[in-house]
C-alpha cells in the first residue's frame, strides 16, 4: 500500500521471518532508489514481525515496485503489498 502521508512509502507483509533490511533493499532496490527500510520487529525478541516499510524517493518507483512484487516471492514466501489507494 502508498501510504497517504509519505506517498513513497509501502507496506510489505508476509515476510519471511529471515528476511532482513539488506534483503528488502537489495529486492525492492532495482525500482528505484530507496530512502528507509524498515523491518519491524518485536521489542523482547528482536525478531522479525513478518512486514516492513519501505521508503522511494519517487513515489512513482514505489507504485511500480508495489504493482510488481506483490504476490511475488522473496526468500520463499509470498509478499503482500496491498494497493488499496487508487494508482494514477
Known sequence: MVEAD???KLFIGGLNPETDE???EAA???Y?????VLL???RETS???GFAFVTFESPSDA?????????KSLDNKILSLPLS???P
Request: charge should be positive; aromatic fraction near 4%.
Open 85 to 87: 489507494l487508487p494508482l
Open 63 to 71: 507504485k511500480a515496485a508495489a504493482r510488481d512484487m506483490n504476490g
Open 22 to 24: 539488506k534483503g528488502l
Open 6 to 8: 509519505r506517498p513513497g
Open 40 to 42: 519491524m520487529k518485536d
Open 28 to 30: 525492492f532496490g532495482k
Open 32 to 36: 528505484g532508489r530507496i530512502s528507509e
Open 47 to 49: 525478531k522479525s514481525r
